[in-house]
């Protein structure tokens, strides 16, 4: 930070053997590098599964805004069980006191896609969008530790969800099976 002036130039680096948060597959090999300069921070990081070929790349900005922050994510993606995840490149997440928006927020392989658009807010009135494109189960199953597989496709909407959530939508599950029971 600049001597009595609010303009910020900086730049750290993070590196982490192992890691184990929360419900996710225990990780190793975190680096985050930044450079913050101004009202923006411009990150590259890289983080793998322990025993694993799974990873992800994620680079991006944060720009700082009068009214909170975006978060850009660019040239970012995640190693999935062999298959390559990329991040549109197109995306906003941008955060406020009151709200999260997200813009053009889709991860792709080949023909599956992912998608979350909308807003996350104290105002009720707001719709959070989620959609699925042959999505295979199975890609999920090692972060979350679960036996799962099968191809979901579908969509929601959710209001409220601050609040008294509601959640209508229109999905399907081809094939699923879960620890072998289905």
Do not use: H
């Not at 184990?20 to 590098?33: C, D, R, S």
């Not at 579908?154 to 289905?182: H, Q, R």
């Amino acid at each position: 930070k600049f001597v009595n002036n609010p303009e910020v130039l900086a730049s750290g680096i993070i590196n982490s053997e192992q890691q184990k948060l929360a419900f996710l597959a225990p990780t190793e090999k975190l680096v985050f590098e930044g450079a913050w300069d101004k009202n923006k921070i411009v990150f590259n990081s890289r983080i793998n599964q322990l025993n694993s070929d799974n990873s992800a790349n994620l680079n991006g900005n944060i720009l700082f805004t009068d009214f909170g922050l975006d978060l850009q994510f660019k040239n970012s993606s995640f190693d999935l069980l062999g298959n390559q995840w990329k991040i549109n490149s197109e995306n906003t997440i941008n955060i406020t006191t009151e709200e999260a928006c997200f813009k053009y927020m889709t991860i792709e392989n080949n023909d599956q896609i992912l998608a979350i658009n909308g807003t996350v807010s104290i105002d009720s009135l707001e719709t959070l969008r989620l959609g699925a494109t042959n999505f295979d189960l199975a890609t999920i199953a090692p972060i979350l530790n679960l036996d799962l597989s099968g191809t979901l496709n579908g969509n929601a909407s959710i209001n409220d969800v601050l609040g008294n959530m509601a959640i209508e939508g229109d999905i399907a599950i081809d094939s699923l099976v879960y620890k072998k029971l289905w």
